[in-house]
């Protein structure tokens, strides 16, 4: 077996671990919803703790044979790979703030800018992003979307 082959199983290991990870958390987090009483026969608790133990088990599958994956980012694709996490968390820290549809176009010009597109084009994508959300929650669905602190 190769290095590249070994390493690949190992990626694909350490991956399916962290799946069953997030396994677990969603599941005992499912499990922990509390309910004053049930609208329907199995209660709110089924569905995530459902999905729990299917993830699960299917980790479970992937640790055994994961098959080929690819390596490890590493370099410029790694920052890449952790620039996206880093700009959602940005988003949702400034989004009591700055409301909805900021968050929103900071967000997506930020994704933009990571996947390499020129600032005129991000900015706007993320401009018209940003409009056609608020219009559709706004005045389509009648659902209240958060302006933030700085606008009232």
């Given amino acids: 077996?190769?290095?590249?082959?070994?390493?690949?199983?190992?990626?694909?290991?350490?991956?399916?671990?962290?799946?069953?990870?997030l396994a677990v958390t969603y599941g005992v987090?499912?499990?922990?919803?509390?309910?004053?009483?049930?609208?329907?026969?199995l209660g709110p608790r089924v569905v995530p703790v459902a999905l729990a133990l299917i993830l699960g088990l299917l980790c479970v599958f992937y640790v055994r044979s994961p098959g080929t994956a690819e390596a490890f980012p590493s370099g410029r694709l790694l920052w890449r790979v952790?620039?996206?996490?880093?700009?959602?968390?940005?988003?949702?820290?400034?989004?009591?703030t700055a409301g909805f549809a900021i968050s929103i176009?900071?967000?997506t010009l930020g994704t933009g800018l990571i996947f390499g597109a020129p600032l005129g084009y991000a900015a706007a994508g993320a401009a018209g992003h940003a409009a056609l959300w608020w219009f559709i929650f706004s005045y389509l669905l009648?659902?209240?979307?958060?302006?933030?602190?700085?606008?009232?």
């Fill in 82 to 96: 952790l620039a996206i996490p880093l700009v959602l968390v940005f988003c949702v820290a400034v989004f009591e």
């Fill in 29 to 41: 987090g499912g499990a922990s919803i509390e309910y004053a009483f049930s609208s329907d026969p």
């Fill in 1 to 21: 077996m190769s290095d590249n082959a070994r390493t690949a199983l190992v990626i694909g290991r350490i991956s399916a671990l962290c799946l069953f990870g």
């Fill in 142 to 152: 009648q659902v209240y979307l958060p302006t933030g602190t700085l606008f009232g």
């Fill in 105 to 107: 176009f900071l967000l």
